[in-house]
Antibody, heavy 120, light 110 residues
Framework: EVQLVESGGGLVEPGGSLRLSCAAS????????MNWVRQAPGKGLEWVSS????????YYADSVKGRFTISRDNAKNSLYVQMNSLRAEDTAVYYC?????????????WGRGTLVTVSS | QSVLTQPPSVSAAPGQKVTISCSGS????????VSWYQQLPGTAPKLLIY???KRPSGIPDRFSGSKSGTSATLGITGLQTGDEADYYC???????????FGGGTKLTVL
């Protein structure tokens, strides 16, 4: 059974940093591109970042470019995102998401999400 | 402002059919497969349709998808109260080099 479990969310002050983790199981982790997708309270889905199976390619949304860094450790079946210079508008539930066929067009497994709150 | 455009809300009676539209451009829907997601209140999104019109295992055939040019449509027949949820379309945008989603459509089953 495929499982994605996020951790690391919490309350952080504006300008602060946070590192989210996602523990994956039930599939060959290195064979899939992985993503972070966020959802602000009461709002829609917003893609944050993607990383290829080997980590060779990485993409970011303009809203987080230069502040967030996505990474993965295939030996530990884990996905990460380091979030720096956090802003109030980064407040959201962050989902760890698997790319179904490594094309970016569909995403078949989503974690339950971890809440990040940026507030003083 | 989402790259893909969806109506904010749709509604229909139980047993009826509803369609949800998703409009994009040549850099996203026009040249890439479209997927659809259902998000029930308080839960993570769930893949409903991929590659424009394919259903993952376990998704009933009441749900269907289609694409024409730079627009896509999700259809739901035999509406049930349990179908009340937010629905999102998504795809890859080749110009932006990123995943894009619609703003979401709230389905109300009256």
């Amino acid at each position: 059974e495929v499982q994605l479990v996020e951790s690391g969310g919490g309350l952080v002050e504006p300008g602060g940093s946070l590192r989210l983790s996602c523990a994956a199981s039930g599939f060959i982790f290195s064979g899939y591109n992985m993503n972070w997708v966020r959802q602000a309270p009461g709002k829609g889905l917003e893609w944050v970042s993607s990383i290829g199976g080997s980590g060779a390619y990485i993409y970011y949304a303009d809203s987080v470019k230069g502040r967030f860094t996505i990474s993965r450790d295939n030996a530990k079946n884990s996905l990460y995102v380091q979030m720096n210079s956090l802003r109030a508008e980064d407040t959201a539930v962050y989902y760890c998401v698997r790319d179904k066929d490594n094309t970016g067009t569909s995403h078949d497994y989503w974690g339950r999400g971890t809440l990040v709150t940026v507030s003083s | 402002q989402s790259v893909l455009t969806q109506p904010p809300s749709v509604s229909a009676a139980p047993g009826q059919k509803v369609t949800i539209s998703c409009s994009g451009s040549s850099s996203n829907i026009g040249n890439n497969y479209v997927s659809w997601y259902q998000q029930l209140p308080g839960t993570a999104p769930k893949l409903l349709i991929y590659d424009n019109n394919k259903r993952p295992s376990g998704i009933p055939d009441r749900f269907s998808g289609s694409k024409s040019g730079t627009s896509a449509t999700l259809g739901i027949t035999g509406l049930q109260t349990g179908d009340e949820a937010d629905y999102y379309c998504g795809t890859w945008d080749s110009r932006l080099s990123g995943v894009v989603f619609g703003g979401g459509t709230k389905l109300t089953v009256l």
